[in-house]
């Protein structure tokens, strides 16, 4: 599957969701979430995502592997997003912050 990282937290560009073929993301009130069941491995949402968000299960970095768990868990809680919408407000304000995770609205 595929993961959505830290990144997208209170940014939420949503430009990953035109492109999934498999209709395979979950929207939460600051970030998305890719189902892991439903997920192809086809990749093309990674080059769309402006902050590099989103990653192969494969390559998510050490300090990025809760991640893979919360992707899982919320994408069962979440509704589908299957068209590109506006980015929250402040989205470029924290697309350079690290350490967002104590800012995800679940
Ligand atoms: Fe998030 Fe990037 Fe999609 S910021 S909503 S993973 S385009």
Do not use: M
């Not at 498999?22 to 892991?36: Q, S």
């Not at 995502?49 to 494969?58: G, Y």
């Not at 893979?68 to 509704?79: F, G, Q, S, T």
Request: aromatic share 6%; hydrophobic share 35%; net charge negative.
């Amino acid at each position: 599957t595929h993961v959505v990282t830290e990144a997208c937290i209170r940014c939420k560009y949503t430009d990953c969701v035109d492109v999934c073929p498999v209709d395979c993301f979950r929207e939460g009130p600051n970030f998305l979430t890719i189902d892991p069941d439903e997920c192809i491995d086809c990749a093309v949402c990674i080059p769309e995502c402006p902050v590099n968000a989103i990653l192969p299960e494969e390559d998510v970095p050490a300090d990025q592997q809760k991640f893979i768990a919360i992707n899982a868990e919320l994408a069962k809680a979440w509704p589908s997003i299957t068209k590109r919408k506006p980015a929250l407000p402040d989205a470029d304000e924290w697309k350079d912050r690290t350490g967002k995770l104590d800012q995800l609205i679940r």
